[in-house]
């Protein structure tokens, strides 16, 4: 089973009771041609569907406060440009000189 966008926030930073994501400093609604788009900036914004948010989510921990750490959808999504410096345990590396 895969977690909601939502759970996945409130996973990470607990509930804010009483409290929904619409009334969130984090939450925005942007427009974008004819269309509004809804989406949170704890949460990341992929310019596309993927994170889409929705104003009636019960609030995460995040509820009007500042955030300063990566996206959370990045969690869950990689992005394509991400490249992988570390080399994975066990990984031969064929530029490496033996003495």
Same mark, same amino acid.
Request: proline share 3%.
């Given at each position: 089973?895969?977690?909601?966008?939502?759970?996945?926030?409130?996973?990470?930073?607990?509930?804010?009771?009483? @409290?929904?994501?619409?009334?969130?400093?984090?939450?925005?609604?942007?427009?974008? @041609?004819?269309?509004?788009?809804?989406?949170?900036?704890?949460?990341?914004?992929?310019?596309?569907?993927?994170?889409?948010?929705?104003?009636?989510?019960?609030?995460?921990?995040?509820?009007?406060?500042?955030?300063?750490?990566?996206?959370?959808?990045?969690?869950?999504?990689?992005?394509?440009?991400?490249?992988?410096?570390?080399?994975?345990?066990?990984?031969?590396?064929?530029?490496?000189?033996?003495?």
């Amino acid at each position: 089973m895969t977690l909601r966008k939502i759970d996945l926030m409130h996973n990470q930073f607990g509930f804010s009771p009483g @409290h929904r994501c619409k009334e969130c400093s984090n939450f925005s609604r942007e427009k974008y @041609h004819d269309y509004a788009y809804s989406k949170c900036a704890v949460y990341g914004n992929t310019n596309s569907e993927a994170s889409d948010w929705s104003g009636r989510y019960d609030a995460c921990g995040m509820f009007n406060k500042e955030y300063v750490g990566g996206d959370i959808i990045r969690l869950v999504r990689p992005s394509r440009n991400s490249i992988i410096n570390e080399p994975i345990e066990g990984q031969i590396d064929i530029f490496e000189e033996e003495i």
